[in-house]
């Protein structure tokens, strides 16, 4: 039996999680309004998963308080934060503070339910272009500005990091073979590599420093 925890303070995200959770068979769904009481239900009902906004009642990041504070209590607590924040940098705090997983309010439903999935088995959960960001956060790179990578840039070097030829790239993000040799192109003046096995090594390393 599964038990879910919602805290944001938006009575219409509260309906819509709570909706697409009860569709997916979670019996129980809990829900509070602020950290506070979030806090209360959590240590009342020790749910499964708990899923959590970072800001609530008009402090930009009050959330991560309570994470860390749930953190603090039971290190194993499963938390997804569903944040309006694409910042990598606040995305990184959060996991920092014990974030199991981290996902933007302007995914998909498909996606949210995906990442839920994740994070309830206890496993760590970023979409591949944040999660890309935030390994260059950790590993200083974000400080150097040949590593202001595009939206295309960071799909192209997750990919890459998979494994993914040129032809499967360019498939996957509806472009042409060509775009995609031009971004790799940039990804290596960008990223300081000096030929393509070495670019694809380091966006492995990057994805892993994530993982």
Do not use: W
Request: hydrophobic fraction near 40%; include cysteine; glycine fraction near 6%.
């Amino acid at each position: 039996m599964t038990s879910v925890l919602i805290i944001d303070d938006h009575p219409i995200v509260l309906q819509g999680c709570r909706r697409m959770l009860e569709d997916a068979g979670v019996e129980t769904v809990l829900e509070a309004g602020d950290p506070t009481s979030g806090y209360r239900l959590y240590r009342r009902h020790h749910p499964d998963v708990v899923i959590v906004d970072l800001t609530m009642q008009g402090n930009r990041l009050g959330g991560l308080d309570v994470i860390r504070r749930m953190h603090s209590h039971d290190p194993h607590s499963r938390i997804l934060v569903f944040s309006m924040h694409s910042d990598p940098i606040i995305a990184a705090r959060a996991l920092e503070a014990g974030a199991t997983g981290y996902v933007l309010k302007d995914t998909s439903s498909h996606e949210l339910m995906k990442a839920f999935e994740k994070v309830r088995t206890g496993t760590p959960y970023l979409d591949n272009d944040l999660a890309l960001q935030v390994a260059l956060v950790r590993t200083g790179l974000r400080a150097n500005p040949l590593a202001d990578l595009t939206q295309r840039e960071l799909q192209t070097l997750a990919l890459l990091a998979q494994g993914k030829p040129y032809s499967r790239i360019a498939e996957e993000l509806n472009v042409s073979y060509k775009t995609v040799v031009n971004a790799c192109s940039q990804l290596k003046q960008k990223l300081n590599a000096k030929s393509l096995p070495e670019l694809i090594r380091l966006a492995v390393q990057l994805a892993s420093a994530d993982a």
